[in-house]
T-cell receptor, first 117, second 112 residues
Framework: GAVVSQHPSRVICKSGTSVKIECRSL??????MFWYRQFPKQSLMLMAT?????????EQGVEKDKFLINHASLTLSTLTVTSAHPEDSSFYIC?????????????FGPGTRLTVT | AQTVTQSQPEMSVQEAETVTLSCTYD???????LFWYKQPPSRQMILVIR??????QNATENRFSVNFQKAAKSFSLKISDSQLGDAAMYFC?????????FGQGTELSVKP
């Protein structure tokens, strides 16, 4: 089956620094990737949708200058949390949809736990 | 805006028994998809079952089945012959325009 990886799986950074999270589709080409945020014991909240080669579309309330998303190739999307603060600590999950995939055929990565100290 | 509501934060079932998880949603659209996802302690999201709104027949995947009531905007998940490995967070999700909107989740525990 289709596999999506995320790197790193866990990251700790100091307040004020930036951190980059990678999302890779390992065995398929992903035209669209989605970034979600999940707080403990809570739901997944869609942050943004990125299509390869174009700017990401952010959901209402998500700061595009804080959460920079780049989808430069058909197998890689990155989320950069800029000037991170403790309230940005969360679990970040990406998902990917393939070239030939059905509209809702999303494959999820294993997630990245971000802790900002 | 579309919303998805799961009113049961926690549920418990005895091994081998049947349990039903509830989900309601709000939409003015007629063409959409509904999903149940499982998130075990590993946090990896796993698709359990999918239902297209235009199909009247309820979807079934082995021990998992749904009761889709379009007029009532209800989409419940029935797990039969529950197994210890079914213990997880279960999320109901609404899909439209390629996006997924998730409910708050139900934490299912399975007692041996």
């Amino acid at each position: 089956g289709a596999v999506v990886s995320q790197h790193p799986s866990r990251v700790i950074c100091k307040s004020g620094t930036s951190v980059k999270i990678e999302c890779r589709s390992l065995d398929f080409q992903a035209t669209t990737m989605f970034w979600y945020r999940q707080f403990p014991k809570q739901s997944l909240m869609l942050m943004a949708t990125s299509n390869e080669g174009s700017k990401a579309t952010y959901e209402q309330g998500v700061e595009k200058d804080k959460f920079l998303i780049n989808h430069a190739s058909l197998t890689l999307s990155t989320l950069t949390v800029t000037s991170a603060h403790p309230e940005d600590s969360s679990f970040y999950i990406c998902s990917a949809r393939g070239l030939a995939g059905a509209l809702y055929e999303q494959y999820f990565g294993p997630g990245t736990r971000l802790t900002v100290t | 805006a579309q919303t998805v509501t799961q009113s049961q934060p926690e549920m418990s079932v005895q091994e081998a028994e049947t349990v039903t998880l509830s989900c309601t949603y709000d939409t003015s659209e007629s063409d959409y998809y509904l999903f149940w996802y499982k998130q075990p302690p590993s946090r990896q999201m796993i698709l359990v079952i999918r239902q297209e709104a235009y199909k009247q027949q309820n979807a079934t995947e082995n021990r998992f089945s749904v009761n889709f009531q379009k007029a009532a905007k209800s989409f419940s998940l029935k797990i039969s012959d529950s197994q210890l490995g079914d213990a997880a967070m279960y999320f109901c999700a609404y899909g439209q325009g390629g996006k997924l909107i998730f409910g708050q989740g139900t934490e299912l525990s399975v007692k041996p």
